[in-house]
């Protein structure tokens, strides 16, 4: 990297937490309740530290891959590492011991994976569990319906802990068309908080990206994953999951 770009990297960060502080703020909390996450995705491992030595503190990968490779090159060093993408079962392995959080449980299946993977290695993996609170059909997700028989069956788990939501709505053209969807998630989450289920505990309600990320905190998010609004317009090219 350049000290030019470093330096406009620099200001994106500063810019986004100023967002992220300013949503809170509006929206009478207090801004230490808010975790923001810089997906990483498709920045190399020296893009990743700068944002970490310009203030980032969470660091939330999609591929398992690039998390290995950049985990081999120290990218996430200072800052605590979780996993937000599509997970495979037969992947779960590469990630357990190095990430605090899997955001993207959508399925009984893909939670029983990780448990049993956890518990070879004698570690309780924390979680979220993914609502698919638009019901796409090309979306992977725990259609609202399903969340109580899947919190049932995976509390059970002594090598998991459920700590909260997570949610992926439809792609709005405008910030507050997906306002719907992030205000019925946060009454999800009320729902399921209310229930006292054991193993649970509802700390994590994680919503809200770079186009969407001020409506989200608005309708009660307090963890958001913000990629292109630190990181700029990513080069998108095919990479494996």
Sequence with gaps: ????????????VKSVIERVNN?????????????????????????????????????????????????????????????IGTLQTNKV???IGKVSLI??????????????????????????LEVNIGREAAKSGLPPEELHDAIVKLSAKKSLHIRGLMAIPPVA???????????????????ILTKKYDNVDMDYLSMGMTNDFETAIACGA??????TAIFGKRPYQIVSP
């Design 23 to 83: 949503a809170v703020v509006q929206a009478g909390r207090d801004p230490s309740e808010i975790t923001l996450v810089a997906a990483t995705k498709m920045n190399d491992a020296e893009r990743v530290q700068a944002a970490i030595e310009a203030g980032i503190r969470v660091c939330g990968e999609n591929r398992v891959q690039e998390l290995q490779e950049k985990y081999e090159q120290d990218a996430y060093d200072g800052a605590d590492l979780q996993f």
């Design 222 to 227: 307090n963890m958001v994953r913000v990629g």
């Design 103 to 128: 955001q993207s449980v959508g399925s009984v299946h893909l939670g029983e994976a990780i448990a049993k993977e956890a518990e070879k290695r004698g570690v309780c993996q924390d979680i979220l």
């Design 1 to 12: 990297m350049t000290e030019q770009e470093k330096k406009e990297l620099q200001e994106r």
């Design 93 to 95: 392995k590469y990630l």
């Design 173 to 191: 053209d405008e910030k507050t068309k997906n306002s719907n969807y992030f205000t019925e998630m946060r009454q999800v989450f009320i729902d």
